[in-house]
């Protein structure tokens, strides 16, 4: 029989071996892990057709393997968006919906285990954090409540003031339906982002189920029906949440954890 100081010894050399083959990548945003079982996929991109919810709000759901992706398409000119934050008190999705008795909503992007988020977020023309370099996309309304969303390897932020913005990573979708992500790890998890179509209208997408990899998820959104300009990722897995509210019904993703900040849309 091995001495027993002997076998917590192999135990040990066994763990810390596990442990050095795990090691993340580096300068890569660390994202929230799905709560819900993953299955391999092939992407399809049919779609059904539209449905309006309020002035200025659509809703369509997306053919996807397993759970339908939601699709909210918004005509910035008869609603305005907010950024809220208050990492002090994250809250729900619906949470964050029902304080601003917001007509939609979605996840933002990235945060830390302080709330803070990794990446620029303007609240009320309020700027916090560092914008990414080099990577990812950023989202922003200005003063004429416009909006506008670019690849920051592309375009970096010069400090632009904006009323409202976030920043995600990856960028999905490059202008002319190209995808802008083709690293496949294989890791399927809940996904969410926002987009621009050519018609300058906001696309809120979530797929609930953990269906797609990042590279899917770029190709995905490329191939679907829903002329896409330019589309970024938001903040995936437990964060993912879409809430759309009317009397014409609506869609009611919640997120799986609090969320420090949320966009949200609200009527004029």
Not at 53 to 59: D, F, K, M, T, Y
């Amino acid at each position: 029989m091995m001495p027993r100081a002997f076998i917590c010894l192999l135990i040990g050399l066994a763990v810390l071996t596990a442990c050095a083959g795990a090691a993340a990548p580096m300068n890569v945003p660390a994202g929230v892990p799905t709560l819900m079982p993953t299955q391999p996929v092939t992407p399809s991109a049919s779609t059904n057709d539209w449905r309006q919810l309020a002035a200025g709000i659509e809703l369509r759901h997306l053919d996807t393997p397993g759970v339908p992706a939601q699709v909210i398409r918004v005509d910035p000119t008869k609603v305005r968006f907010v950024v809220g934050y208050d990492p002090a008190a994250p809250r729900a999705l619906s949470v964050w919906a029902a304080q601003y008795g917001a007509v939609a909503a979605i996840n933002g992007g990235f945060f830390d285990a302080r709330g803070e988020p990794v990446a620029l977020l303007i609240s009320d023309q309020q700027a916090i954090g560092q914008s990414y370099v080099d990577q990812g996309g950023m989202f922003a309304i200005d003063d004429q409540g416009v909006p506008h969303l670019w690849s920051l390897a592309d375009q970096p932020y010069d400090g632009t003031p904006f009323a409202q913005a976030i920043q995600g990573w990856p960028l999905l979708v490059r202008p002319g339906n190209k995808a802008a992500y083709t690293s496949d790890d294989s890791q399927r998890a809940r996904r969410s982002a926002i987009a621009l179509d050519r018609a300058g209208r906001v696309l809120l997408i979530v797929a609930p189920g953990a269906t797609f990899s990042l590279a899917e998820w770029s190709q995905f959104l490329a191939s679907a029906d829903l002329d896409i300009e330019i589309a970024v990722n938001l903040d995936g897995g437990s964060s993912t949440g879409l809430i759309a509210q009317s009397e014409h019904g609506g869609v009611r993703i919640d997120s799986f954890v609090p969320l420090p900040f949320a966009l949200l849309v609200l009527p004029l």
